[in-house]
């Protein structure tokens, strides 16, 4: 909504059709765009002549979030748009934000990128151990049952 308080267009397909969407950033000159993994394997299932002859210059920022994309996908996607796909992760679910643009995934393919908001922690095996932190938030323990 920010974007249309701006002045700027936005277009939304009410069904998705992968050659259609290509129609329209050829025809409306389309800059900057936001996709799902999946709308890019549907686009690179196309034909190569239907793929390849729209006029796809207009596009400076892709981003694409919501799911995995696969390494294979991207890296086509990137061979096809150039250097302008962006993604994200785990922005719906607040519990921290990724992100990486398209130059720093091509020098590391399959990445998310950087934690942008909160700590990224991984457990690397069974062994690992959390460190006891107790949030304010917390009841405190007591020891009594019910």
Known sequence: MTVMKLGSSVFVMEAFEAERALQWIERHRIT?????????????????????????SSMHVVVHAAAPCPVEVKQRMLDWWGPVVFEYDAGTE????????????????????RASEGVLQTAMNKAARWPKQRCSACPAKTSARR
């Open 32 to 56: 900057h765009s936001r996709w799902v993994p999946t709308m890019f394997v549907r686009m690179l299932k196309l034909a190569d002549e239907a793929r390849l002859r729209h006029d796809l």
């Open 94 to 113: 607040n519990n921290g934000f990724c992100s990486i643009a398209p130059q720093e995934w091509l020098q590391h393919p399959g990445s998310v990128g």
